[in-house]
């Protein structure tokens, strides 16, 4: 079997490990892309420059919390990146926060209440919101927000960048969404073997 080809967009620290029970098979290499020069990516780029990156020359995409890093007009710019740099056949796995089950926390008056114990420590929904606010204060300004999503606005996003079939996921317990958008139309059992391979690590 011929080797796929995975583009880890905004990998950070994280490796193939990381990702998903899909991609972490030996049928996936990982190509590795962020901004960030100390986490050694195979390429230096962002969501919205990914130049370095050819045309239709990978076969998927993984971007674990990091378009809502982006601003709100930057989102169609990173995601007709994706586009482009996707085979025709090819998908995108996408998670980000879930503001829908963050704003709930906030209307309960618990912005600051510890949400859930993450490996960096307590996370409240303002870290959700706004970016992890340890991290900002050591000088890591790459983790701030700006920009978020509901379920509905994330598939409505995928699907005004072209990509002809979106599912996702709300898990409300761990205040995040899934998507997985493919480039090219496929069935419903397709997507759903993709999900069930893909969707939360």
């Known amino acids: 079997m011929t080797t796929k080809t995975f583009l880890h967009?905004?990998?950070?620290?994280?490796r193939k490990e990381g990702t998903t029970r899909g991609f972490i098979t030996g049928d996936w290499k990982e190509l590795r892309l962020d901004i960030d020069e100390n986490v050694q990516p195979d390429i230096v780029g962002t969501m919205t420059d990914m130049s370095r990156v050819e045309d239709e020359s990978v076969d998927a995409i993984f971007s674990s919390h990091n378009i809502e890093h982006l601003y709100p007009h930057e989102v169609p710019v990173a995601t007709a990146e994706f586009m482009r740099v996707l085979k025709p056949d090819g998908f995108a796995v996408i998670t980000c926060p879930d503001l829908r089950s963050v704003c709930?926390?906030?209307?309960?008056?618990?912005?600051?209440?510890?949400?859930?114990?993450?490996?960096?420590?307590?996370?409240?929904?303002?870290?959700?919101?706004?970016?992890?606010?340890?991290?900002?204060?050591?000088?890591?300004?790459?983790?701030?927000?700006?920009?978020?999503?509901?379920?509905?606005?994330?598939?409505?996003?995928?699907?005004?960048?072209?990509?002809?079939?979106?599912?996702?996921?709300?898990?409300?317990?761990?205040?995040?969404?899934w998507a997985l958008a493919s480039k090219s139309a496929r069935s419903q059992d397709e997507m759903r073997a993709l999900c069930a391979v893909h969707f939360v690590r």
Do not use: W
């Not at 967009?9 to 994280?14: D, H, K, R, S």
């Not at 420590?121 to 900002?136: C, E, N, V």
């Not at 079939?165 to 409300?172: F, K």
């Open 104 to 177: 709930a926390l906030v209307a309960q008056n618990k912005l600051v209440d510890m949400a859930y114990m993450s490996p960096a420590g307590p996370i409240a929904p303002i870290d959700i919101l706004y970016g992890l606010r340890s991290a900002m204060a050591n000088g890591n300004l790459y983790m701030a927000h700006r920009c978020g999503f509901t379920e509905d606005v994330l598939s409505g996003t995928l699907y005004g960048a072209g990509f002809s079939i979106v599912a996702t996921v709300c898990r409300p317990e761990a205040f995040d969404l």
């Open 9 to 14: 967009v905004g990998c950070g620290p994280q």
